[in-house]
C-alpha cells in the first residue's frame, strides 16, 4: 500500500520537474568514510539530464575541504557544480560582519573544536585564546569521533559564567559514521542554549545558507530546485524554510526509526508515522540517492 509519503525508485521519476537539485553530503552522498554504491553513476545522470547541482553540508568546514574530500571518495569535481557548506557560511558570516549577530562579536575567539576545522577562521582578523580570555566560543564539534556533550560541560559551564556567545557552525546533533552515531556541534550547541547560553546559528535548516546556495546553483526559481537529505530536521525542514520541494533518503539518519539498514525500503506506514512525528512531510522519499 502506498503512504502518504510516496516511495520512489528513483530521481528519475521526478527529475523533470527541476533545474537543480541541492545534496547534501553525509547520509545522502557518503558515510563518512566511503561514497555509497551508485552514487557517482547518479550525479553523471544528473549531469546527462542537465541538471544543476550544489552539495549543502552542515560540516563545520570550508567548502574546499570537501571537494578534497569528494575526490578522496572517487567523486570527480565534474560531477557536481558547486559546494556550500556551515564552515563556509561561517568563515564568510566572520569575515563580512554584517550580520548583526557576528557584528557584535569580538576579535578574540575560543575554538572548540578538531584542528582539522581551524580553516573555519585562519586567515581572518581573529585571535585564538583561552576561555579566560575570549569573547566568543566557535563551536565546530567534539575533538575526538567518541566524545559527547557531557565530555564538554566544563567548558560551557565556564563559557556561560562569563556569559560568552557561542556561534555554532555545524547545527547537526548527531550524523552516522559507518552505522555508529557520532555527536556534533550541534547537541553541545543546543545543551549551551538549554543552559542559558546565547547561540548564533549557520547551517541547515538556516534559511540563510539556503540563500547561498541558491546563488550558487543558479536557478531563480525555488519551485524548480529540490533538495536531497536524510535529516527531517535539518534537510527538509531547511528546504521547506527556504522554498524548496524535498525528496528523503531513508537509508541515513533515520534508519534506526524506520527499522532499516542501508538500502533497504521502509514499511510505508513506519515512513508516514516517522513524518508525522517530525511534521515535516518531503514530497517523496527513496532507500538510497540513486537515479
Known amino acids: 500500500m502506498m503512504g502518504a509519503v510516496p516511495l520512489i525508485s528513483g530521481l528519475s521519476r521526478l527529475a523533470g520537474r527541476y533545474d537543480g537539485f541541492v545534496l547534501d553530503l553525509w547520509g545522502v552522498i557518503h558515510d563518512g568514510v566511503e561514497a555509497y554504491p551508485g552514487v557517482v553513476a547518479t550525479l553523471a545522470a544528473l549531469r546527462t539530464a542537465g541538471k544543476r547541482t550544489v552539495m549543502l553540508s552542515n560540516a563545520p568546514r570550508r567548502s574546499a575541504a570537501l571537494i578534497e574530500q569528494l575526490g578522496r571518495l572517487g567523486i570527480a569535481r565534474d560531477l557536481y557544480d558547486e559546494v556550500m557548506s556551515s564552515g563556509e557560511a561561517v568563515h564568510l558570516e566572520l ?23 581551524r580553516n573555519v577562521f585562519e586567515g581572518l582578523d581573529y585571535r585564538p585564546a583561552g576561555l579566560d580570555e575570549a569573547d566568543f566560543v566557535l563551536n565546530t564539534g567534539p575533538v575526538d569521533l567518541t566524545e559527547s556533550v557531557a565530555d564538554y560541560q566544563d567548558a560551557l559551564d565556564r563559557a556561560l559564567a562569563r556569559r ?10 548527531v550524523v552516522i559514521r559507518q552505522g555508529s552515531r557520532v555527536t556534533c556541534a550541534g547537541a553541545i550547541a ?15 535548516p538556516d534559511p540563510a545558507i539556503y540563500d547561498l546556495a541558491l546563488a550558487r546553483l543558479g536557478v531563480a526559481d525555488r519551485k524548480r530546485v529540490c533538495a536531497v537529505g536524510d535529516a527531517l530536521h535539518t534537510d527538509i525542514k531547511g528546504a521547506r524554510l527556504a522554498g524548496f520541494d524535498a525528496v528523503l533518503v531513508t537509508g541515513g539518519i533515520h534508519a534506526e526509526e524506520l527499522g532499516v ?3 533497504e525500503a521502509p514499511v510505508p506506514a513506519r515512513l508516514d508515522d ?8 518531503p514530497v517523496a522519499a527513496m532507500v538510497k540517492f540513486c537515479w
Open 164 to 173: 560568552l556567545p557561542m556561534v555554532c557552525a555545524n547545527p547537526d546533533h
Open 95 to 117: 569575515e563580512r560582519r554584517t550580520d548583526p549577530a557576528f557584528a557584535a562579536l569580538g576579535r578574540r575567539l575560543y575554538h572548540l573544536g578538531p584542528e582539522r576545522d
Open 190 to 204: 543546543e545543551r549551551y542554549a538549554d543552559m542559558g547560553g546565547a547561540v548564533v546559528w549557520r547551517g541547515k
Open 261 to 263: 539498514r542501508w538500502g
Open 274 to 281: 516517522l513524518v508525522r512525528r517530525h511534521g515535516e512531510t
